[in-house]
């Protein structure tokens, strides 16, 4: 197994997982169940199918796809496009990882997608990169270029908005007071 291989391995089960805990896939555990349905030895040929089925558009899919896998929704982008991605025999060891310490035993979705951005973007060779338009671009940098253009001023004007908001409630808070203060 290829350095490449392993590392889209991991990123395409790291995926899945955050995927079953925001709901992405469909319903919550989809993938977590799909695990534990099968024994270790198991494993390896349904992430085959799993994958290939992740990666066809569900109109296009075989009409007699079983329950299991029309439930998977379909991810575009190119993340199961590779069906060359070496995967391994799984051993009970290996299937008890995946599924107690990092399926139950984690809560993806407290993880910001921006971070698999750009991890999705390390698994890619530049000349796919390139062709796709695929260059993840950090939240600091995004802010370098939108700021400026508008979110300054839009700050600025809520500022200034906000100011006027407290200098009413103080004038206002001053005539109920001298209202107050004449009807004594």
Known sequence: MTDTSLNMLIVRL???LYADDTGILGSNDIFQHFL???EA???RQGLIELFRVLNTPEDDRDEFLSEEFKQFKYVNGGM???ESVVIPQFTDELQRLIVEDAGRGFNWSSISPTIFGAV???TLNPETRREGGMHYTS???IHK???PLFLNDLNK???KIRDISVVSVRVLKKHVNSKRNCQN
């Open 120 to 122: 999705f973007e390390s």
């Open 14 to 16: 790291v995926f899945l």
């Open 157 to 159: 004007e809520f500022e």
């Open 41 to 43: 030895q198991d494993i």
């Open 139 to 141: 939240v600091e940098n």
């Open 145 to 147: 270029v939108i700021d």
């Open 36 to 38: 534990e349905r099968r």
């Open 80 to 82: 199961f496009s590779d």
